[in-house]
């Protein structure tokens, strides 16, 4: 399939050790390639999709860094940005030994947040049969929003439409996020949200009824849940699918490696259960190295996992 993302390139800068707050003065390691969609579309790129990202990068290392390794999983590069006078977008994170995380970042006024309307208008949107987009893009200035908008409304209409709520509430209210997600949720075939997204944004009691109301508007709905797996919604249709034990070194990452597993089941023509089986293992597997993208797995990977782990529960 051909793929087509947007979003914010950034390279992570972590604490080397956990319970190091951003107030005090420790070790980090980095950079690392990182953001929501460069991470998608990375893994999308190594389970052997055609991938390309509009997005924008300062004329800078930490730019090379993200560009290089998205070039070397294959993904398209040709429509990313340099903006010469804005640095290459960060975020800092910190992990706590109560499996809580804190982000810094340097997102909005760096080169991440430079994606305009323009972007849109010099690429041939027709070649693309899948469109994933996240909220955040939508969130991180208004460059951004038109931007994502523009794409939005020139989509056409045979390219296929999938959307990772992706808003941590930290950063708008509810309420602004659910005005900020909603044109893009009606245009969905796909949503994938995370816990809680799902509630926050139809403004129904729990995750479970806010997917159930998506898929009776005829969406397809898949709840990310962690170490748990994931549940699909369709129609009438709820399968909850269990997810793999694995040692969870770093979680970052996890839900965009689960959704480029996910839509690429899908373009090969798999059932929803075994997409959910299909994406359940990207997941697993992402979340078993530190760093965002460097879990990320080919194809021959992932179906070798999902062989091994066959094997383990049949014998
Ligand atoms: P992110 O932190 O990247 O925003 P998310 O909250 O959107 O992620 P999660 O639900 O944390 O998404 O993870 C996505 C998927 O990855 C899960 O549905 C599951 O399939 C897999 N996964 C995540 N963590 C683990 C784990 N510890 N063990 C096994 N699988 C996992
Ligand atoms: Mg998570």
């Known amino acids: ?72 999983s294959g993904v398209d590069t040709s429509v990313i940005k340099v903006k010469e006078g804005y640095t290459t977008g960060t975020a800092f994170v910190a992990y706590f030994g109560d499996g809580t995380r804190q982000f810094l970042y340097h997102w909005r006024h760096s080169a991440a947040g430079m994606i305009t309307e323009e972007d849109i208008d010099a690429i041939d949107l027709t070649e693309f049969d899948w469109l994933h987009v996240t909220g955040i893009t939508l969130a991180v ?10 794409l939005i409304e020139k989509l056409p209409s045979t390219t296929t439409l999938s959307f990772d709520p992706n808003i941590r509430p930290e950063v708008l209210s509810a309420e602004e996020i659910r005005v900020l997600c909603e044109p893009i949720i009606k245009r969905s075939e796909y949503i994938f949200p995370s816990a809680t997204e799902a509630s926050m944004l139809t403004g129904l009691k729990d995750d479970v009824s806010g997917c159930k109301e998506w898929a009776k508007q005829g969406k397809t709905v898949i709840l990310k849940n962690g ?33 480029a597993g996910f839509v690429t089941a899908i373009g090969d023509g ?10 359940n293992a990207a997941g697993a597997l992402s979340v078993k190295n530190k760093g965002p993208m460097e879990g990320a797995s080919t194809k021959k990977e992932v179906e070798l996992f999902l062989k091994e782990q066959e094997r383990t529960t049949t014998h």
């Open 1 to 72: 399939m051909k793929l087509l993302t947007i979003g914010g390139l950034l390279v992570e800068i972590m604490r080397k050790n956990i319970d190091e707050p951003f107030t005090e003065s420790h070790s980090f390691v980095g950079p690392f390639p990182s953001g929501d969609t460069p991470i998608f579309i990375n893994e999308a790129a190594k389970l052997g999709n055609e991938c390309t990202i509009i997005g924008t990068v300062g004329n800078d290392g930490f730019g090379d860094c993200i560009v290089n390794r998205l070039q070397e």
């Open 227 to 259: 170490e748990k797996g994931c549940i699909v919604f369709h129609k009438d249709e709820m399968l909850e699918i269990p997810s793999f034990k694995v040692e969870e070194v770093d979680p970052t990452g996890a839900g965009d490696t689960f959704c």
């Open 141 to 150: 200035n208004n460059h951004c929003k038109k931007a994502v908008e523009r």
């Open 270 to 279: 798999m059932s929803l259960y075994d997409a959910g089986r299909f994406a």
